[in-house]
């Protein structure tokens, strides 16, 4: 069993950059692949990013390329999510999920979840 508790939350104006953490335990950390999801107000939860166990291969959304940047510290157990450039479209409760899959980009693919992490981006 997988806990995951996500960090970094907050409130920040647009332009500005802000980094989540998602602390893991209870399982072999670096055999999982990792993901970040987001659910804005009102909406269904929606892929961000994705890092792969085997190789560290990383998978982007379109409206975060070049923006959000997913890494992972396996000595740690810890999964990133430095955001840049931020947008008010942003503004979500981002979710870490682990995934024993290696390619995994979709919900249903995930096995843990954490309880989220609010992100408020203003104009």
């Known amino acids: 069993q997988v806990q995951l508790v996500e960090s970094g939350g907050g409130v920040v104006r647009a332009g500005d950059s802000l980094r989540l953490s998602c602390a893991a335990s209870?399982?072999?950390?670096?055999?999982?692949?990792m993901g970040w999801f987001r659910q804005p107000p009102g909406k269904e939860r929606e892929f961000v990013a994705a890092?792969?166990?085997?190789?560290?291969?990383?998978y982007y959304a379109d409206f975060v390329k070049g923006r959000f940047t997913i890494s992972r510290d396996n000595a740690k157990n810890t999964l990133y999510l430095q955001m840049s450039s931020l947008k008010p479209e942003d503004t979500a409760v981002y979710y870490c999920?682990?995934?024993?899959?290696?390619?995994?980009?979709?919900?249903?693919?995930?096995?843990?979840w954490g309880q989220g992490t609010q992100v408020t981006v203003s104009s």
């Open positions: 209870g399982g072999t950390f670096r055999r999982y692949s």
């Open positions: 890092i792969g166990w085997i190789d560290s291969n990383t």
């Open positions: 999920a682990a995934s024993i899959l290696d390619r995994a980009t979709r919900p249903v693919q995930y096995d843990y």
